[in-house]
């Protein structure tokens, strides 16, 4: 190796939380180093440009360097991880060669976001910034001008994905508002254990908040199966 490949500090791995998919709730601080970006990676679905990446792109200059994780849409957990371990040597040669990489992710990075798959792989030998940004959650509750929290409440966040009982257990508390996210195929199985709870009748439902395509309806009112981009707040009971 010679002195000049020695002196290279390596580069930083930048997790850039995009929002929720209005670009206008993108941080000044996000669109700042995305618009001053030389590499920017992201992850997306086999066959799918990417939410984060599709927010981004306006605000991409010509000639950045774009690294994709491509994952299968029906992959397994460890299918899934597979494709973030094969992503990782490209990812480490760019950070070795001193270049920043900032990485796309919806909303905010470390809440259900991609970004932590990337970090948890490199954060022992690289230097990892986060910059945080507005949620989903956040976005769903202003779409329907829901007060998520207030006084001594608590506030969960539960995946549709859960077993019915483990979601049955979550929705006892009544002095809890909660937030129903990854709706999909799962929104039949949501809608019964919120009636067993007493909480269908004040549930709400959004799909894609902030964007054009944003929906929003009573949860009770919604039919079939909806997309996988949508949530249900069921808010808590209020004495005050």
Not at 166 to 195: F, M
Request: charged share 20%.
């Amino acid at each position: 190796m010679s002195k000049s490949e020695a002196a290279v500090k390596p580069g930083k791995l930048i997790g850039l939380s995009m929002g929720p998919g209005a670009p206008d709730l993108m941080t000044v601080r996000a669109r700042e180093v995305l618009e001053n970006a030389t590499v920017v990676a992201h992850m997306h679905a086999s066959g799918k440009g990417g939410i984060a990446f599709g927010i981004a792109k306006p605000f991409i200059r010509q000639g950045t360097l774009v690294l994709a994780v491509t994952v299968p849409m029906a992959a397994t957990s460890a299918e899934r991880q597979a494709c973030y371990e094969h992503a990782m040597p490209e990812f480490r040669a760019e950070l070795e060669q001193g270049r920043d990489i900032v990485f796309l992710c919806e909303g905010d990075s470390l809440f259900y976001g991609s970004f932590q798959y990337v970090q948890d792989r490199l954060i022992e030998d690289y230097v990892v910034e986060v910059i945080p940004g507005v949620t989903s959650v956040q976005a769903c509750g202003a779409a329907v001008n829901l007060a998520l929290t207030r006084g001594d409440e608590t506030f969960q966040v539960l995946p549709a994905t859960l077993p019915v009982g483990a979601l049955a257990a979550r929705l006892r508390d009544p002095r809890a508002s909660i937030a129903v996210l990854k709706i999909g195929r799962h929104a039949q199985k949501v809608k019964r254990v919120l009636a067993k709870a007493g909480r269908l009748t004040d549930a709400l439902w959004v799909e894609k908040a902030s964007t054009p395509e944003q929906k929003s309806a009573k949860f009770a009112d919604v039919e079939g199966e909806t997309s996988y981009f949508s949530m249900v707040l069921s808010p808590a009971r209020r004495i005050d």
